[in-house]
């Protein structure tokens, strides 16, 4: 591996163990076996190459699903996938605590750092498509733009509100059980009788 790998790995080992505000350049150094210098020349800043990391992060707790799209057993956009993919989300959650917990830190960063906010701006639209995918079954690569605008960000906000549940109080967080039935009332709500 090169410097900018090298330091990349080191950023991810930090945020895993420090979080993205307590994370120093210095600290991703020791981390990586590489310098400072390579930090400005490979990322542009600590904060760049942080947010670069987290991004990496979420792409390999997204990827953890992949494989298992087919294995769903409940067709594509169906109640019963919706509840599958919820389950097996919140498995997870201990695994990737600490990327939760720094998502919520570079959340608060946004405003501070720009060229952050920028980043993640951009990986929010890639994070919706592969959240349509995984509901959906769908390719990401067919995805229309108001598919990912619509559903990506309606599961979005589903996966952000329960990260915050979660990390806050595990014990009284929504189920996949209560995610289902909520969505069931909704759907209830909307197609039942007008008055």
Partial sequence: MGHRED???????CLL???FVRTTARDIVKESGTN????????GS???LLTQAFVEL???????????QEREGA???SVERFHSVWARMLESFEEFRPVWAASMEIVTQGERVPQLRDLI???QIEGRAGLVAMFTGLDEETLDERTVQSLGGFYQALLNGLMVQWLFDPASASTADD????LRRVIEGATGPRD
């Fill in 121 to 123: 701006a951009k990986a």
């Fill in 36 to 43: 400072l210098a390579s930090i400005g020349y490979h990322y």
């Fill in 179 to 182: 995610l289902t039935e909520g």
């Fill in 75 to 77: 067709p594509g956009g």
């Fill in 46 to 48: 600590k904060d760049a």
């Fill in 7 to 13: 330091l990349l790995e080191g950023a991810k080992r």
């Fill in 17 to 19: 163990e420090k979080g």
């Fill in 58 to 68: 979420v792409q390999e707790w997204g990827e953890k699903f992949a494989p298992h």
